[in-house]
């Protein structure tokens, strides 16, 4: 399984426990997928603590999703036992334990913690699951003018790194960073609807530090 151990570690934790749902998946969700009714299936990869869940039960939509880390899962279940067959355990880069068709596939940071490879696998995925005409959103990948991307070590490709001694990627494990043509190469199957650069400049407490990430919305077609 390629899931990192860091992960796990961090839930172990219980660190990054985020418990509210992230405004731009909102904003993406009901701009380019309007979902509606029951039958709508949306897959959330990498769920982490569950934060987008209340969203998704509010549109009253079937809501399925795959995480790495068991605990955060088990801890979903007993939160969330309705959707105990619907949260997974599972590495989403390596197959998709479902046997559906989604109306809405989407993902806030996760993807981005793996390699190019791996996250090209995950896309092949994501195109055979996803319904024709349909979309997929992705919340927050992380860009190349992040300030963090001159740090780490280069892993298994110059768009991965890790090993970071501090800052906000400190033992999280791999962190993938894209441009926008790395990012239209690995979707170059789907049609892209939207494509945000998202730049946020720190002045305090440490000037000159970047907080960069893309959101996208792309087409099966």
Known sequence: MNYSSEWENIYQ?????????????????????????EKFKVLELGC???????FFQHLKVDYYA????????????????SLSTKIKTGDFTQEFPFDVSFDLIFDRASITHNNTDTIRNCISLIYSHLKQGNI?????????SHSEFKNGIITDDENTKSHF????????GQVHFSDKLHLVKLFE???????????VA??????????????????KI
């Open 13 to 37: 934790r219980n660190e990054q426990l985020s418990i509210w749902p992230w405004s731009d998946l909102v904003s993406y969700v009901m701009r380019y997928s309007k979902p509606v009714a």
């Open 48 to 54: 982490g603590a569950g934060a987008n869940i209340p």
């Open 66 to 81: 795959i995480e790495g880390s068991t605990s955060i899962v088990n801890h979903l279940h007993n939160k969330y036992p």
């Open 136 to 144: 997929f959103i992705g919340i927050d990948w992380f860009s190349t």
């Open 165 to 172: 001694i501090n800052g906000q990627f400190n033992n999280v």
């Open 189 to 199: 199957k789907f049609e892209f609807i939207k494509m945000e650069h998202k730049i």
């Open 202 to 219: 720190q002045e305090f407490p440490k000037a000159d530090y970047n907080f960069a990430s893309y959101n996208f919305a792309v087409k």
